[in-house]
Antibody
Framework: EVQLVESGGGMVRPGESLSLLCGAS????????IHWVRQSPGRGLEWVAG????????ALADSVKGRFTIARDNAKRLVYLQMNSLKAEDTGLYYC?????????????WGQGTPVTVSS | EIVLTQSPGTLSLSPGERASLSCRAS???????LAWYQQKPGQAPRLLIY???SRAPGIPDRFSGSGSGTDFTLTISRLEPEDFAVYYC?????????FGPGTKVDI
C-alpha cells in the first residue's frame, strides 16, 4: 500500500525550530518528487516546499525562504522539512505529498498531516 | 508569484446537476501545469486532475478538466452526494506553486 506518514509536529514558541519528517512506503521512492503543503485552521491550502527525486532541485514558498529547508534521504525513504525562526503564521497542519512525477508536477498522494502550533 | 482566483466562492447545487468551477491565473501557466483537488472536512486533499485535463488514477469520469493559459475549468457532469466538498486549483509551472482560495460545492 502506498503510504506517506508525517511526524515531528508540535507546539513551539516564536523563534524556535522544528524538524518535520515524511516517511514513505509502497512505491519507488526515488522516482518521485515530494511536496510539503500546509493548511491553517479553517483556511485554504498553502504550498510550502518541494524537492525533486534526487534532492538536487528544490523550491520554497517566499514566506518561508531563508527559514525553512527541505532535504531527502532516498536510502531511508525520508523527506525532511527543517523549520527555523518559526512565526505564529506558520501554525497549521503540514502535509507531505508524493508528486505525480518530478518537482514540477501535482501532488498525487497525501499523508494525513502533522500539526504545528507556534504560540507564545 | 502567480495568483489564482477561483469562482464562485460557493456553488449551491443539487445531486444530479452539473457543476462548473473556474480558476483564473494572473499570468499564463507554463505547459498548462495546473491541478485540481477535492477536500472534505477532516481529510487530506485528493488529486482529481493534473496537467489541466488528465484525470488522476481512480477518479470517476464525471470529473473533467479543461482550459489553457490563464483560464481553467473543472466540470463535474452529474453531482453525486459524495462530491459536495471544497475544490482547489494549483499551478506548478512556476515556483512558488500557488493554490487558489477554493470553491465550496454544497447542497
Amino acid at each position: 500500500e502506498v503510504q506517506l506518514v508525517e511526524s515531528g509536529g508540535g507546539m513551539v514558541r516564536p523563534g524556535e525550530s522544528l524538524s518535520l519528517l515524511c516517511g514513505a512506503s509502497g512505491f519507488t521512492f526515488d522516482d518521485f518528487g515530494i511536496h510539503w503543503v500546509r493548511q491553517s485552521p479553517g483556511r485554504g491550502l498553502e504550498w510550502v516546499a518541494g524537492i525533486n527525486w534526487n534532492g538536487r532541485s528544490e523550491a520554497l514558498a517566499d514566506s518561508v525562504k531563508g527559514r525553512f529547508t527541505i532535504a531527502r534521504d532516498n536510502a531511508k525513504r525520508l523527506v525532511y522539512l527543517q523549520m527555523n525562526s518559526l512565526k505564529a503564521e506558520d501554525t497549521g497542519l503540514y502535509y507531505c505529498a508524493k508528486a505525480v512525477g518530478g518537482l514540477y508536477s501535482g501532488s498525487h498522494l497525501w499523508g494525513q498531516g502533522t500539526p504545528v502550533t507556534v504560540s507564545s | 508569484e502567480i495568483v489564482l482566483t477561483q469562482s464562485p466562492g460557493t456553488l449551491s447545487l443539487s445531486p444530479g446537476e452539473r457543476a462548473s468551477l473556474s480558476c483564473r491565473a494572473s499570468q499564463s501557466v507554463i505547459s498548462d501545469f495546473l491541478a485540481w483537488y477535492q477536500q472534505k472536512p477532516g481529510q487530506a486533499p485528493r488529486l482529481l486532475i493534473y496537467d489541466a485535463s488528465s484525470r488522476a488514477p481512480g477518479i470517476p469520469d464525471r470529473f473533467s478538466g479543461s482550459g489553457s493559459g490563464t483560464d481553467f475549468t473543472l466540470t463535474i457532469s452529474r453531482l453525486e452526494p459524495e462530491d459536495f466538498a471544497v475544490y482547489y486549483c494549483q499551478q506548478y509551472g512556476w515556483s512558488p506553486f500557488t493554490f487558489g482560495p477554493g470553491t465550496k460545492v454544497d447542497i
